[in-house]
């Protein structure tokens, strides 16, 4: 899987906000259950995921 913080569209500060929201949808869970993501497929979307997986114990 590529990267998300590689693709151009995503800055640095952007991919880092991104990340933070899914790491704290991820400690706001409970019961287990994924929140939706927000965002649309793409960078933003894969970068929103990385953060909640890796709240989750989940290295990409």
């Known amino acids: ?19 933070a929201q899914g790491w704290n949808a991820a400690r706001a869970a409970s019961l287990g259950k994924k929140p939706l993501n927000p965002y649309t497929p793409g960078p933003e979307h894969a970068r929103w995921d990385q953060g909640f997986d890796e709240a989750n114990g989940k290295p990409q």
């Open 1 to 19: 899987m590529e990267n998300p913080k590689d693709h151009p569209s995503l800055t640095d500060f952007r991919a880092s906000r991104i990340y």
